[in-house]
Every structure is written in C-alpha cells, then in structure tokens.
C-alpha cells in the first residue's frame, strides 16, 4: 500500500511538473501559489487530463522554480563569476590561514623565548576580536562604497607588513600594538566580507556551492599554514618565521589586482544569465528574496540569532585554534601532532564546505544551519574526552565539518532572507556580535587558565555554548519563501520534459 501511495504521489508531482511546463514558464520567478493557479488553469483545459490539485489544496507545496541553464565546464572561462570566487578563495584563505590559524604555533614558540606570559597573549586575541566591533561594520561600508578590490588590495599589503613587524617586537605593548591592533584591522579587509560579497554579487542560483567553495579557502589555508607555521617556528624560530609569513602573504594578495565588484563591471549578468541582475529595494529576485534595507533587517530577530550563532562559533574557533596546542600538551600530546589536528580540521572543514554547503541552493539554510550546529557540539563533547590521538581526530571531524559548513552557510542564509543588495552593510553590522564573542572567548579562557592553571572549565563552556547555538538555529526560522526548497530548471530541456510527460490531447 505505502508503495502504491508513493508511485501516486510520484505520478502527481510529475503531471503537476509537466503541466507547468506547458505553461512556458519565460520568467525567471515564480510563486508556489501562482505556479500552483497556473498548473490549475492549463490542467483543467486539457481534455482527458486530471487535475493533481487546485490552488486552495494544502497537501501540496510546490517548490521556487528558477530558470538556470546547467553548469558546463566552459562556463570557468566564459562567466568570469568563477574566476571572481577562485580570487576570493585566494585571499580569504591567505587571510584565515596565514593570521589566524598561525596562532596555536606562533604562541607556542614564543612564550617559551619573551618575558611576556599567556595573559599578554590572551589580551592581544582580545584586542584582535573586540576591534572588529569596528572593523566588521567599516569594512562592509568601505566594500558597499568602494568595492571589493581597492579594499582587498589594500588589506593584502597591510597584512603582509604587520605580519612581519610582528617578529620584531621587543616587549609586550609592541607586540599587543601590532599582532593585536594594526594586523587584526589589515586582515580585515581582505577577509570574510570582501569575499562573501563577491559571491553574493556575482551568483544567485549557485550561491551555495560558490560560497562553499570560497570558504574551503580558509580550511585550506588552515590545513596548510598550522603546520607550515609549526615548522617554520621550529627550525628558524619564531620572529624569522613571521618574516617568511609576511613576504608569502604579499606574493599571495597580488591576484587580488583582478577582482571586480559585480558582473555589469564587465559586462555579464548574475550566474551568467543573460537579463539576471540584483534587483532594488523591494523587489523579489529570482527565488523570490525581497531586497530589504538595513534598518528593515536589523529589526528582524532572526537576524540577530544568526549572528549569535556566528559568535559562538567564533569563539569556540578561537578558543581551540589559539589554545589547543597547549592543552594538548598537557594530557600527553604532542605540540606537532596537536598542530597537526588543528590543520585536520580546517581541511575537514574545507571538505564539508566545498561537499554539503551546496545544499543551501536546494533547501532552506534553516535547516543547514541546525545540521552544522550540531555537529559542532558533538565534536566539542568529544574533545571532552580527548586524550590520545584517535579522539583527537574524531573531533577534528566533526568540529571541523560543522564549522565548515557553518560559515558558508551564514551568508547564504542572509542573503536568501534579506535579499542581497545591501549584504555587506548589514554583514559589517553583524559581525560586532561575531568580534566580540570571538574576541572574548581567548581572553576569557586565557585568564581562567592563568588562574586556575586549568584549561577543563573554559572547554566545558564552550561545549555549554554550542548546545546553545543549536537551540538558537531552531528558533531562527525564516518566514515565507526562504523556507522553501528551489528546484533549478535549464529552460533547454523543459519543452522536451513536457512532450515526454504530458499526454495529448483527445482527438475528436
């Protein structure tokens, strides 16, 4: 029975699809409601031909339906949207992996060699966060003004200098000066806003996938950079390893001379479909996101949960990456194999995104937020426990594939609930929450250590913390469109999906 009821669920859906179909759907956007109205109307003029629903049935909800020609490998040379994203890639890597994930190594050889202890550490990575109350919001401007590549441009050379300034820092003001204040505004510039806007700007239909593949970049560079840093710091020290980190970092934003701020630019349309742009304020794209304004989405509280979730990853991301090397050591393992783990993460990371983040073009990012959130707190619970090698990588697995999927996913879920014209703006804003919870939780973990001399309360809150962040993915639901799944159709196989499904009608 229960297959019998599934072929007749199947044949519905599919005479619902091929009705639709005759309808010669040419604009880009459709409603469930309209769509449902038009399958009604043409269904019910074919003789012979049984209608599935009518406009006032419940038990069907028809999915956005968008117009997109599939993806052909020559689509990387001919729409420069791929080319812009693998720039992004770039520079968003650099500045994740080559600032932030050095931290764990960086530490761990220069404490060992300074005056200065873990409490001057932990301020510097208090600093870095809280400065990005306004950073973030300045940064998104600055892109929403100038555009990405001045600003990019900008923060390759910045980070660059300030990297290896750092190595010769003599005292712990200077060291808190640069590391902490000038680098944390340098990288910036060139990090999560510049090129989360690129994808916004150039992609609609294939935003997920994009972003997924932009934000493997910091997994990547993580997984690169962490034991890169490791090594470098082991066998030339800490200070000549920053001044090898620094000219990398320069020779790296170069290509950043390439990026251009949205497809008009240079003559192309969003996804490299003719006709498809970024409407104004008001207006629906094409899956149906109307453009809001700023002060429309900070109004909306889902928006602000969001952002909490960001922070709490923030932190937790912090906490591990600038920390874990060191507790690590202190339950048996060893700083390389623990630097190591740090690098298994962010390339579990950077798997997870570029595998899974593509399902936020096909479903709602609601439900792709809850998946990663938790997958996040298992990987904590499991770090709990760690304390050999196999624990150790099964965290960096799942921890690692949440947050992987986590970030892209943030983006995405903005801009397919708020519209993404004024994406960087209300991204800048957001990330207060972001840098102050990121920047907290290093500061705050480095003074319960120095007090307690034990790093099991601030894991433990971390874990508390992430169990929140799931809580929080739930009750962020988004109204209307953004919880409805978007079906891609290529407009070339439509007329022939028609004629193979559609019965003709009856000969008199």
Request: glycine share 12%.
């Given at each position: 029975m229960?297959?019998n009821?599934?072929?007749?669920?199947?044949?519905r859906?599919?005479?619902?699809?091929?009705?639709?179909?005759?309808?010669?759907?040419?604009?880009?956007?459709?409603?469930?409601a309209?769509?449902?109205?038009?399958?009604?109307r043409?269904?019910?003029?074919?003789p012979?031909?049984?209608?599935?629903?009518?406009?006032?049935?419940k038990?069907?909800?028809?999915?956005l339906?968008?117009?997109?020609p599939?993806?052909?490998?020559?689509?990387?040379i001919?729409?420069?949207?791929?080319?812009q994203?693998?720039?992004?890639?770039?520079?968003?890597?650099?500045?994740?992996g080559?600032?932030?994930?050095i931290?764990?190594?960086?530490?761990?050889?220069?404490?060992?060699?300074?005056?200065?202890?873990?409490?001057?550490?932990?301020?510097?990575?208090?600093?870095?966060?809280l400065?990005?109350?306004?950073?973030?919001?300045l940064?998104g401007?600055?892109?929403?003004?100038?555009?990405?590549?001045?600003?990019v441009?900008?923060?390759?050379?910045?980070?660059?200098?300030?990297?290896?300034l750092?190595?010769?820092?003599?005292?712990a003001?200077?060291?808190?000066?640069?590391?902490?204040?000038a680098?944390?505004v340098?990288?910036?510039?060139?990090?999560?806003?510049p090129?989360?806007?690129?994808?916004?700007?150039?992609?609609?239909?294939?935003r997920?996938?994009v972003?997924?593949?932009?934000n493997?970049?910091a997994?990547?560079?993580?997984?690169?950079?962490?034991?890169?840093?490791?090594?470098?710091?082991?066998?030339?020290?800490?200070?000549q390893a920053?001044?090898?980190?620094?000219g990398?970092?320069?020779?790296?934003?170069?290509?950043?001379m390439?990026?251009?701020?949205?497809?008009r630019?240079?003559?192309?349309?969003?996804?490299g479909?003719?006709?498809?742009?970024?409407?104004?304020?008001?207006d629906?794209?094409?899956?149906?996101?109307?453009?809001?304004?700023v002060?429309?989405?900070?109004r909306?509280?889902?928006?602000?949960?969001?952002?909490?979730?960001?922070g709490i990853?923030?932190?937790?991301?912090?906490?591990?990456?600038?920390?874990?090397?060191?507790?690590?050591?202190?339950?048996?393992i060893?700083?390389?194999?623990?630097s190591?783990a740090?690098?298994?993460a962010?390339?579990?990371?950077?798997?997870?995104?570029?595998?899974?983040?593509?399902?936020?073009?096909?479903?709602?990012?609601?439900?792709v937020?809850?998946?990663?959130?938790?997958?996040?707190?298992?990987?904590?619970?499991?770090?709990?426990?760690?304390?050999?090698?196999?624990?150790?990588?099964?965290?960096?697995?799942?921890?690692g594939?949440?947050y992987g999927?986590?970030?892209?996913?943030?983006?995405v879920?903005?801009?397919?609930?708020?519209?993404?014209?004024?994406?960087?703006?209300?991204f800048?804003?957001?990330?207060?929450?972001v840098s102050?919870l990121?920047?907290?939780?290093?500061?705050?973990?480095?003074?319960?250590?120095q007090?307690?001399?034990?790093?099991?309360?601030p894991?433990?809150?971390?874990?508390?913390?992430?169990?929140?962040?799931?809580?929080?993915?739930?009750?962020?639901?988004?109204?209307g469109?953004?919880?409805?799944?978007?079906?891609?159709v290529?407009?070339?196989?439509?007329?022939?999906?028609?004629?193979?499904?559609?019965?003709?009608?009856?000969?008199?």
């Amino acid at each position: 029975m229960l297959a019998n009821t599934t072929t007749t669920a199947g044949r519905r859906f599919q005479r619902a699809a091929s009705s639709a179909a005759l309808i010669g759907r040419v604009h880009q956007q459709h409603s469930s409601a309209a769509l449902i109205a038009g399958v009604h109307r043409q269904c019910s003029a074919l003789p012979g031909q049984r209608c599935p629903f009518t406009p006032a049935d419940k038990r069907f909800v028809m999915p956005l339906v968008v117009q997109t020609p599939k993806f052909h490998p020559r689509d990387l040379i001919t729409f420069r949207g791929y080319q812009q994203g693998a720039i992004a890639w770039l520079q968003y890597g650099t500045a994740v992996g080559a600032v932030y994930f050095i931290a764990g190594p960086l530490f761990h050889g220069m404490l060992a060699d300074v005056t200065w202890g873990i409490g001057v550490t932990s301020i510097a990575l208090l600093i870095r966060g809280l400065l990005g109350i306004i950073v973030g919001p300045l940064t998104g401007w600055l892109v929403h003004r100038y555009g990405v590549r001045p600003v990019v441009m900008a923060g390759g050379a910045f980070t660059a200098g300030f990297t290896a300034l750092t190595g010769t820092t003599q005292n712990a003001f200077q060291f808190v000066l640069v590391f902490g204040v000038a680098l944390t505004v340098a990288d910036g510039l060139m990090g999560h806003i510049p090129a989360a806007t690129v994808v916004q700007n150039w992609f609609i239909s294939r935003r997920a996938v994009v972003m997924g593949l932009v934000n493997s970049g910091a997994g990547i560079g993580g997984l690169v950079f962490a034991p890169l840093m490791a090594v470098l710091v082991r066998d030339l020290g800490w200070r000549q390893a920053l001044f090898v980190l620094g000219g990398m970092i320069f020779v790296l934003a170069i290509p950043s001379m390439l990026l251009r701020n949205r497809p008009r630019d240079v003559g192309q349309w969003v996804d490299g479909v003719p006709g498809r742009v970024i409407p104004e304020h008001g207006d629906e794209d094409v899956i149906g996101t109307a453009q809001q304004r700023v002060n429309q989405i900070l109004r909306t509280p889902a928006f602000w949960m969001i952002f909490i979730i960001f922070g709490i990853e923030a932190w937790a991301l912090g906490v591990y990456a600038a920390y874990q090397v060191l507790y690590l050591e202190t339950v048996g393992i060893t700083a390389l194999e623990a630097s190591t783990a740090v690098g298994a993460a962010a390339g579990f990371a950077a798997v997870s995104g570029i595998v899974f983040s593509r399902l936020n073009d096909r479903i709602s990012p609601y439900y792709v937020l809850l998946a990663s959130t938790l997958s996040m707190t298992i990987g904590s619970v499991i770090f709990i426990t760690t304390t050999s090698t196999a624990p150790l990588y099964l965290y960096s697995l799942f921890f690692g594939a949440g947050y992987g999927l986590l970030v892209p996913t943030i983006p995405v879920a903005i801009s397919r609930y708020f519209g993404a014209l004024n994406f960087s703006k209300a991204f800048g804003v957001g990330q207060i929450i972001v840098s102050v919870l990121g920047g907290l939780g290093p500061y705050i973990t480095g003074q319960i250590v120095q007090q307690t001399g034990s790093y099991q309360i601030p894991i433990y809150l971390i874990t508390g913390m992430l169990v929140l962040s799931v809580a929080l993915a739930a009750l962020a639901r988004p109204r209307g469109k953004a919880l409805q799944s978007v079906v891609q159709v290529d407009p070339g196989e439509q007329t022939a999906v028609a004629a193979k499904h559609v019965p003709e009608p009856a000969s008199d």
